[in-house]
């Protein structure tokens, strides 16, 4: 995988799109790297990934805009497909997922972090989706999860105005969860992980399931959605140790998987 790099690290992994010449814009050999990425993690070793950009400049800095400029309209719609396809593969991961972004994450890039469950940014952070200004839409996802993150209106005038938005703003938004001085970064997303990866991960997951199942559907059927996560987890060797752990008024063994 040229322009990926996974690594774990225990129960919690990174993987970093690697591509800092070109300020980790995605290609269709970075969008194949990362799908096959996505493909090799060890879902019963590790909990919690985190996503990030090579170099302190550019999570991902949008789409390679060399690479698209003379698709014909087949074509595009065939690039926006390879690349809806990985968004998807990342946000249907089992396993919760983290976006440290630290720098540009335009067009392309912003729509990697929203696929995204969390996500954290340095202070030196740019969000935008300047697509409409290079005469395309967004084309990874970035209609439909930005209004999802942000509400419609907000959406429609980010992406309306292709105006890009600093840290502070994404963070008063709701874009991102959390602002952090840059080399504070990825301490702090580490430590989001560990945290996540501390909980009984059968329950974290079904959570995730819930979660994600549930905004598609009414509510009568998210509930029922939620129900069925719900009692998934019981009868868990986890689930018995939490609740006897909680019972005898002590810390509960590390939580097993199983």
Do not use: W
């Amino acid at each position: 995988m040229s322009f990926v790099k996974y690594e774990p690290m225990g129960d919690i992994a990174y993987l970093t799109i690697d591509r800092p010449s070109a300020l980790n814009a995605l290609n269709a050999q970075v969008l194949s790297d990362l799908s096959d990425a996505l493909d090799g993690i060890d879902l019963n070793t590790v909990r919690c990934v985190i996503v990030r950009g090579a170099g302190e400049k550019s999570f991902v800095a949008g789409a390679d805009i060399a690479q698209m400029k003379d698709l014909n309209a087949a074509e595009g719609e065939s690039f926006g497909k390879k690349g809806n396809d990985v968004m998807l593969k990342l946000e249907k991961l089992p396993i919760p997922t983290i976006a440290a972004v630290g720098g540009y994450a335009l067009g392309g890039g912003c729509e990697l972090a929203m696929a995204c469950d969390i996500r954290i940014c340095s202070d030196t952070a740019v969000f935008g989706q300047p697509e409409v200004g290079l005469g395309i839409t967004p084309g990874f996802g970035g209609t439909q999860r930005l209004a999802r993150l942000v509400g419609a209106g907000m959406a429609k005038q980010m992406i309306y105005t292709a105006r890009n938005i600093k840290a502070e703003e994404a963070c008063r938004i709701g874009l991102v969860n959390a602002v952090y001085p840059l080399e504070e970064l990825y301490a702090a997303a580490e430590k989001m992980a560990r945290q996540i990866a501390a909980n009984a991960p059968i329950a974290v997951r079904a959570s995730k399931k819930a979660i994600n199942e549930g905004l598609q559907v009414d509510i009568d059927s998210a509930v029922a959605i939620e129900e069925g996560c719900f009692g998934s987890c019981f009868g868990t060797a986890d689930q018995r140790e939490g609740m006897t752990a909680f019972l005898e008024k002590r810390k509960h063994e590390p939580f097993t998987n199983c």
